[in-house]
Each structure stands twice: as C-alpha cells, then as structure tokens.
C-alpha cells in the first residue's frame, strides 16, 4: 500500500516563508510524477506545482510563479515546496499527490496517490 505524508504546514506572516515536505513510500512503489494542489475553504481544489520523476521538468501555477519552487530527492523518495513571499490568498489545505507516469500532469484526476494534506494559514 503506498503512503504519502505532508509535513511543514503551519502559520505564517504575510511576505513569510514556509517549506512543505512530502514523503512517499510503499514496497513496490517507485514514485513517477509529483505534485502539489491546495484547497482554500470554498473553493475547488487547485493545481500549484508538479515536478518530473527525474527533476528535469516541472510547473507552476501562474499564482505562485517567481515564489514558490519544486523539488525531489528520488533517493528519499521525498518532493518540496518552498513557499516564499507568502500571500494571504495562499492560506489552503496542501495536498501532494504522486503517480506512476514520469509525465508532470496539473489534472488532479491524473494522479493516483494522495496525502491527507497539511494546513497552511498565512496572516497579516
């Protein structure tokens, strides 16, 4: 059975930093593409960033582009989110989500394996 398991949600000042970890483990697992999504308190779910398998190719969306970076230690099976400059309008449930395709997807019905998700709350 595969886990995914979030951590590094908290609070933060408007213009903080946070830096979410994900780890994904199973015994015949071997993680292809990851991803973050985040869902705001009545909102849909949304796409934030996904990473290749190998690294070499990653997406972002336009919201957090220039202050949120993904990336993956394969070895740790293990992707982050470093969140800078935070916003108020960041303040969402993350969720990680992995498949087996190396292929980066932004479609949340793409990807097969999910964290219960880490709280973020951003304050100003």
């Known amino acids: 059975q595969v886990q995914v398991v979030e951590s590094g949600g908290g609070l933060v000042q408007a213009g903080g930093s946070l830096r979410l970890s994900c780890a994904a483990s199973?015994?015949?697992?071997?993680?292809?593409?990851m991803c973050w999504f985040r869902q705001a308190p009545g909102k849909e779910r949304e796409f934030v960033a996904a990473?290749?398998?190998?690294?070499?190719?990653?997406a972002y969306a336009d919201s957090v582009k220039g202050r949120f970076t993904i990336s993956r230690d394969n070895a740790k099976n293990t992707v982050y989110l470093q969140m800078n400059s935070l916003k108020l309008e960041d303040t969402a449930v993350y969720y990680c989500?992995?498949?087996?395709?190396?292929?980066?997807?932004?479609?949340?019905?793409?990807?097969?394996?999910w964290g219960q998700g880490t709280q973020v709350t951003v304050s100003s």
């Open positions: 989500a992995a498949r087996p395709s190396v292929v980066v997807s932004t479609k949340p019905n793409e990807y097969d394996y």
């Open positions: 199973g015994p015949t697992f071997r993680s292809g593409a």
């Open positions: 990473i290749s398998r190998r690294g070499g190719s990653s």
